[in-house]
């Protein structure tokens, strides 16, 4: 069963750092590309940022670009998220999930960042 656990999340002030952590089970991770969500309060979901199964490929949403890296360890089956320069805008739930799969998602890890 494919199971996703996010973790990393908190508050924190504008301009400060998060580091999301993501740990997948029950496929073959390495064989999927990964990406990150988010939604915020009222919002719909977005695409924050993705890799590819080997981790040479990555691409993120204009918002994240320069401030955000995407990440993975496909040793550890786990999928990061390095969230710099941190704007109240950033506030919202962060999930990770399968680029190609949107049937499972985690339960997300809630990010609020204050002013």
């Known amino acids: 069963q494919v199971q996703l656990v996010e973790s990393g999340g908190g508050l924190v002030q504008a301009g400060g750092s998060l580091r999301l952590s993501c740990a997948a089970s029950?496929?073959?991770?390495?064989?999927?590309?990964m990406s990150w969500y988010r939604q915020a309060p009222g919002k719909e979901r977005e695409f924050v940022a993705m890799?590819?199964?080997?981790?040479?490929?990555?691409n993120s949403a204009d918002s994240a670009k320069g401030r955000f890296a995407i990440s993975r360890d496909n040793a550890k089956k786990m999928v990061y998220l390095q969230m710099n320069s941190l704007k109240t805008e950033d506030t919202a739930v962060y999930y990770c999930r399968r680029l190609s799969d949107p049937t499972y998602w985690g339960q997300g890890t809630q990010v609020t960042v204050s002013s």
């Open positions: 890799i590819s199964g080997a981790g040479g490929i990555t």
């Open positions: 029950g496929f073959t991770f390495s064989n999927y590309a």
